[in-house]
């Protein structure tokens, strides 16, 4: 056995002893890959085991996540801290090892996989935000950011609508750095491929404007390091390599089959493997000798330590420039944010026009996009409704730089391509599209809460009120949604100065967030809130002397129909407070003292919100009604969707009296059954 077949198989043999162990897991994928990882990370990738965070190191993606034993072999025999403890305990409670890779979990692994097609899409946006970062900061004499994007997908990957997407967007853009490798095994979870899966890949991504490297034996350790050393001579295209393997390689009775792609072998096989391999060892035995070779903390440091020299160079002539790469590289925002903050929520306070909260969004990203450089958006075909562009914004286009993109009609490529982005570093990325389009992109948002990658989500023409485009484009039940997903903060502003704040959190917050915004005009309402309470997420907008006999709680547009309820109960000897709750999901996470403070223990509520009301009542802890939409709009003119579906100030009005007098009434019958039975 050749010292190569050796490192390939140790790959193969841990993954298979994992799997068995686990009793569950994907062998067939790490089985047929092992030569094409053996050749890329042993003579090609850039790394340092000792220091994940290295900031220009190469990436490496997993797109096929299923095949995560793969990767944690890897990244076990070539010194990153995974244990062969941690490799016993694949699959298990709080391992480091879970059955497919997670960012932020597993040392080494830069983004989680697992949804099909989605880490390519990943490794989209970290290649493009490389080649950004490298226009923006290299210099003639000294090319700081200077690494490549590698990634590993399969016919699955390549089947799924994102792929498409993304691989257009790369080809547009001239992505040389990036490098990707498809698992050509003819094999899926129903079979072989041929019967569902019959596009010519080499066309399709010469169409879309890659190299294509085809028909490379996956097998063949020469042929994987030539084709690997053309790619990396491409300078304008990013590179397909095509790879034909054998899924489950080294399995006797199992390879090429379906049945190896997602199950153990079962102990038979797996000790037909071993004579198969001719590998004599026990299970999650590795040789010393195999370990000394693959193990590339040596190599990885020796390589940082020469990236840091340059930037030590770096420091000394461009000192200014160096200080903000690495506050950007650290995702640390500068000391005077908060400052900035405040202030641009005062002015917001200042103007007195009734705009819709995507232009008030627009005026929010002008002013950030001139004092946080880091910042980098677009919108998916909706650029002049979404408001997502600013003045003087230059777009990225084939190998040029700039800070606009314009990704097409790709809501799911958008926010996949945001994900790698984020997870890359160096850029806080933002993104717009219709509300209701959301669902197009909903893995991958659900994803960005997964890894808690800082994306910025515009959604606009946020409900009915967008009107006559009719209940196609009329969101109803995705806020709603769209709050349900952990770690995701949703923010749906009432006027000027709410977006403010909700662009200022969104900018510090270490997750995603989306911000929900109207097509139509909403009056200046918070003119004298206080920015800290706004930022909790909800606070009182209005009210009257002493305790309240109702509290009011409206989000977005519908605030101001809180404001003009109030008034007319007013007249009707009803003391409403009106509560303006940008974000649930903000205003869950304060102290009880806080949000006690805003919605009395004690007092009936009223939510008004032109969405879905079910999640609205777990806010009534005396009870009370949700106005909303629980049903599919229509097309019309917003204002008459309005007063057809009952989201109007009178119709608040009536029913919280209506409301109120049925409460009271059953009160009074409660006294009158404790007093006639005697039961105090």
């Known amino acids: 056995m050749s010292s190569a077949n050796l490192l390939s198989n140790a790959i193969r043999i841990l993954s298979v002893d994992a799997i068995e162990k686990a009793g569950s897991g994907h062998p067939g994928m790490p089985m047929g890959m092992a030569d094409i990882a053996y050749v890329l990370w042993n003579k090609y990738l850039r790394h340092n085991p000792k220091d994940c965070n290295w900031p220009d190191r190469d990436r490496f993606v997993l797109s096929n996540g299923h095949g995560s034993m793969l990767l ?35 040392p080494g692994v830069e983004t989680t996989t ?35 994007t590698y990634v590993f997908l399969g016919d699955g990957c390549l089947m799924e609508g994102i792929s498409h997407e993304a691989a257009s967007l790369a080809g547009t853009w001239g992505l040389n750095k990036l490098i990707a490798f498809w698992d050509d095994n003819g094999i899926s979870i129903d079979g072989s491929v041929e019967k569902w899966f019959t596009e010519d890949v080499k066309k ?162 002008d002013e950030w996009t001139k004092l946080l450089p880091e910042i980098i958006g677009g919108s998916a075909d909706l650029t002049p409704s979404n408001l997502t562009k600013w003045p003087n914004a230059e777009s990225v286009s084939k190998q040029t730089p700039g800070r606009y993109i314009h990704y097409g009609v790709r809501e799911f490529g958008l926010s996949a391509i945001m994900n790698g982005i984020a997870l890359h570093g ?83 917050y270490s997750g995603p967030t989306a911000l929900i915004l109207s097509r139509q005009n909403t009056p200046p309402l918070a003119i004298k809130a206080d920015y800290s309470n706004v930022s909790c997420g909800a606070y009182i907008l209005l009210e009257g002397q002493g305790k309240p006999d109702v509290i009011i709680i409206a989000t977005g547009t519908e605030v101001a129909i809180a404001v003009e309820a109030r008034a007319i109960l007013q007249t009707r000897d009803v003391n409403a407070r009106v509560v303006s709750m940008p974000s649930t999901t903000v205003f869950d996470r304060q102290t009880d003292i806080y949000r006690e403070s805003v919605l009395l223990p004690g007092v009936p509520c009223v939510s008004v919100e032109s969405g879905v009301t079910r999640g609205w009542y777990r806010y009534f802890s005396a009870g009370g009604i949700a106005i909303g939409i629980d049903h599919f709009g229509a097309s019309a003119p917003c204002e008459v969707l309005y007063e057809a579906f009952g989201l109007t100030a009178l119709r608040v009005a009536d029913d919280t009296c209506d409301f109120l007098s049925s409460a009271q009434k059953k009160i009074l019958r409660e006294m009158d059954y404790e007093k006639d039975t005697g039961c105090y």
């Open 72 to 106: 944690y072999s890897l990244l076990h025999l070539s010194g990153y801290d995974i244990s062969i403890s941690d490799i016993k305990s694949f699959r298990q409670f709080n391992s480091l090892t879970p059955g497919h890779p997670e960012h932020g979990q597993t």
């Open 204 to 365: 399709r991504f010469e169409s879309y404007g890659w190299l294509v490297i085809f028909s490379v034996d996956g097998h063949d350790i020469d042929a994987i390091d030539k084709a690997i050393s053309r790619a990396h001579k491409e300078i304008h295209r990013p590179v397909l390599i095509c790879c034909r393997t054998k899924i489950g390689y080294g399995s006797p009775n199992k390879i090429g089959t379906a049945e190896v792609h997602g199950s153990p072998l079962g102990s038979s096989e797996v000790a037909k493997v071993r004579l198969q391999l001719s590998w004599q060892y026990e299970p999650f035995f590795i040789p010393e000798g195999v370990y000394k070779a693959w193990d590339a903390t040596d190599k990885g440091r020796h390589s940082q330590k020469i990236w840091e020299n340059l930037f030590s160079r770096y420091k000394e002539l461009y000192p200014d420039d160096a200080a903000e790469l690495s506050r950007r590289w650290r995702n640390v925002l500068p000391d005077s944010f908060n400052e900035w903050s405040r202030q641009l929520f005062t002015n917001a306070q200042k103007d007195e026009r009734t705009l819709a909260t995507r232009k008030s969004s627009q005026i929010c990203i």
């Open 114 to 148: 697992g949804p099909l097609g989605q880490g390519f899409a990943n490794a989209v946006g970290m290649a493009l935000a490389e080649f950004l970062l490298a226009k923006e900061f290299n210099r003639p004499d000294l090319e700081l950011i200077n690494h490549r």
């Open 426 to 508: 160096g850029y806080v990325p933002f993104g717009g599209t219709f509300l209701t389009f959301s669902d197009y992109a909903r893995n991958s948002i659900r994803m960005s809460a997964l890894m808690a990658t800082r994306c910025i989500y515009i959604f606009t023409h946020d409900s009915i009120g967008l009107g006559e485009d009719g209940p196609t484009h009329q969101p109803i039940e995705h806020v709603e949604s769209l709050r349900l997903i952990p770690n995701m903060m949703v923010w749906r502003p009432c006027d000027q100065a709410e977006t403010s704040a909700a662009w200022s959190f969104a900018l510090s």
